[in-house]
């Protein structure tokens, strides 16, 4: 039930909160890179990456999780996971500069709603690293 509780989390936040887009590049690349199937260990930095241009939303994503701090309470859930780093789940961390690169070129980090470089995703995977 916890693991389910953390993917619903995880799916609303890219449905409801639309901001999700830098953590959505990375599990692509999660995915296909590293056969890592859904985690929430980017999207606590992506809300908060994002919060300065989606308050509103991340605060409705907040209460319907019935708390003042979404990013906080994701990161809450993804403990219950047991990953909530990403050399928790074997990313070297040498790799992190190419995956950066390779996130923000993909659609998920393009349509993010506050424009993400290379520089800011690294930084976002190097937070949690």
Do not use: Y
């Not at 906080?72 to 219950?80: F, I, M, Q």
């Amino acid at each position: 039930m916890e693991r389910k509780a953390l993917e619903t989390v995880h799916t609303r936040a890219q449905a409801q909160v639309r901001l999700a887009s830098v953590e959505s590049a990375w599990k692509g690349i999660a995915v296909s890179r590293f056969r890592l199937g859904q985690n929430a260990v980017c999207l606590p930095p992506a809300l908060r990456f994002n919060r300065d241009v989606a308050a509103a939303e991340i605060e409705r994503f907040g209460q319907a999780m019935r708390t003042d701090d979404a990013a906080g309470r994701v990161e809450e859930l993804a403990r219950l996971s047991g990953f909530t780093l990403l050399r928790h789940l074997g990313v070297p961390r040498d790799d992190l500069p190419a995956l950066a690169e390779a996130a923000a070129e993909r659609g998920g980090a393009k349509a993010n709603p506050r424009p993400a470089s290379a520089g800011d995703v690294l930084a976002l995977f190097e937070s949690v690293w």
